[in-house]
Structures are given as C-alpha cells and as structure tokens.
Nanobody, 119 residues
Framework: QVQLVESGGGLVQVGESLRLSCVASGSISSIIAMGWYRQAPGKQRESVATITSAGSTNYGDSVKGRFTISRDNAKNTAYLQMNSLKPEDTAVYYC?????????????WGQGTQVTVSS
C-alpha cells in the first residue's frame, strides 16, 4: 500500500503564490513519476505537472511559466510551487504517484487539497 498526503492549499488573492507538498509513504520499491492534477467543479481532472524519477518535467499549457514541480527523492516528497495564481487555477489539487510496491505496479492518489484564488 502506498499513501499520499497533500498539504499547502488555501485561499489566496490573484497574483499570489502557494506551495503544495505531497508526501508518499508505505511500501514503495521505486517511483516512476509523481505528478499534480486538478479538478475544478463541473470539469474533468486535468494534468498540471509531472516529474519523473530522473527529474524530467512536463507541464500543462495553462500553467507553463507559472508553476514549478520538484521532488525530494530522499523524502519521497513532491512539491508544486504556484506563482501568479489566477481565478481559473481554483480547483482541488491531487497528487499522484506511479511506481512499484514490491512486485506490483501502483498508481496512487492523495485525498486532494483545495486551492481557491479570489479576485
């Protein structure tokens, strides 16, 4: 079993910043990638940013240049630094981990953390 716990969400004003954290724990043999996804009310979940074990990153078009994903491999933790926040960034942000737990492939999700950007 792999557990993910997100933190760092909250209510901010337009243009402000937030930093989300995602701590992975449990039986983790290796991590392929960690990522952040978000889901706004009435919309499908979308990919925000992902980072592989080698450090390769990928961003959604709407957040490029504003958001930065990073990882601390020793702590099994992923971060999402969100700058210049906009009202359209309002959503529940979920952390995802893809990897191996013993001999089994896993794709685990956190419980989500709410980000609200007020104008």
């Amino acid at each position: 079993q792999v557990q993910l716990v997100e933190s760092g969400g909250g209510l901010v004003q337009v243009g402000e910043s937030l930093r989300l954290s995602c701590v992975a724990s449990g039986s983790i043999s290796s991590i392929i990638a960690m990522g952040w996804y978000r889901q706004a009310p009435g919309k499908q979940r979308e990919s925000v940013a992902t980072i592989t074990s080698a450090g390769s990153t990928n961003y959604g078009d709407s957040v490029k240049g504003r958001f930065t994903i990073s990882r601390d491999n020793a702590k099994n933790t992923a971060y999402l630094q969100m700058n210049s926040l906009k009202p359209e960034d309002t959503a529940v942000y979920y952390c995802n981990l893809r990897g191996w737990s013993s001999a089994s492939y896993v794709s685990s999700w956190g419980q989500g953390t709410q980000v609200t950007v007020s104008s």
